[in-house]
């Protein structure tokens, strides 16, 4: 949990983090297309998007973010689906189940 300024006075505020491994042809065409989402990813809630290279297999990415909840990212995957497919489904040889972590 962090502390944000949300809820009032001594409150803390949840955060979600959001894990998913994809399996890429072109890493770095890939890494271009998920970034160019930043701005409506942010804009939804997400923040610190990040990417990771498997050191031993550099096709294979980490994808990683910040959700303010759950629900908004969910949200934003659901509204952006097929525009999402579209830019990476030709580079996307698989993808793992996405997970949602909250800190306890």
């Not at 491994?21 to 970034?35: I, N, Y």
């Not at 909840?69 to 040889?93: F, I, N, P, Q």
Request: contains cysteine.
């Amino acid at each position: 949990m962090i502390d944000a300024p949300s809820f009032g006075p001594g409150r803390w505020c949840g955060v979600i983090y959001n894990t998913e491994v994809f399996e890429f042809s072109d890493p770095q065409r890939a890494k271009d297309a998920w970034l160019a989402f930043r701005e409506s990813l942010e804009a939804a809630g997400g923040s610190d998007i990040r990417l990771f290279r498997n050191v031993d297999n550099p096709n294979q990415v980490l994808a990683t973010m910040w959700w303010d909840k759950a629900e908004s990212c969910r949200r934003w995957a659901r509204e952006h689906e097929e525009e999402a497919m579209k830019a990476l489904g030709d580079v996307t040889k698989s993808m793992e189940p996405e997970f949602l972590w909250e800190e306890f």
